[in-house]
């Protein structure tokens, strides 16, 4: 399937960096013309996304992340990609409130809630090699 229009960013893994990304992407979604809630829904799991490469990818380090935008007839696919430490098991990752750094206090929903407002959601990672999401 021949994409209609497609986007790729960079930006440094700041989490004010997160709000940037989120707005992006809606911004670009929109030309397919969805409705408010899938909109609300796009910026949510993005800023999901970007969360997760900032806390556990970089581990608050500065690092790059991509966010690579593609528009298709019926769909929008919405990949973020760090370099960053990777995950050694995805499958427990993405357990409901299951979170690699207690101590941060955090939910460990961020997985879920992107699975939850995205149509699909495949998580590609290895240890040192850095963690793709394609949404």
């Known amino acids: 399937m021949q994409p209609i229009n497609k986007m790729k960013t960079e930006f440094l893994s700041k989490s004010s960096n997160e709000a940037f990304a989120r707005v992006v992407a809606a911004c670009f979604a929109a030309q397919a013309d969805p409705s408010v809630e899938v909109l609300a829904d796009i910026r949510t799991a993005v800023s999901e996304a970007v969360t997760n490469a900032i806390v556990h990818g970089y581990e608050e380090k500065e690092g790059i992340i991509s966010m690579e935008c593609i528009l298709y007839t019926d769909h929008v696919e919405i990949i ?10 995805v499958q427990l990752a993405r357990t409901p409130l299951y979170t690699s750094r207690p101590e941060l206090e955090r939910s460990g929903m961020g997985f879920t809630v992107m699975e939850t407002f995205m149509d699909s959601l495949e998580v590609e ?4 090699k850095g963690t793709k999401v394609r949404m």
């Open 125 to 128: 990672s290895a240890p040192g």
């Open 80 to 89: 973020i990609q760090d370099h960053g430490k990777g995950i050694d098991d």
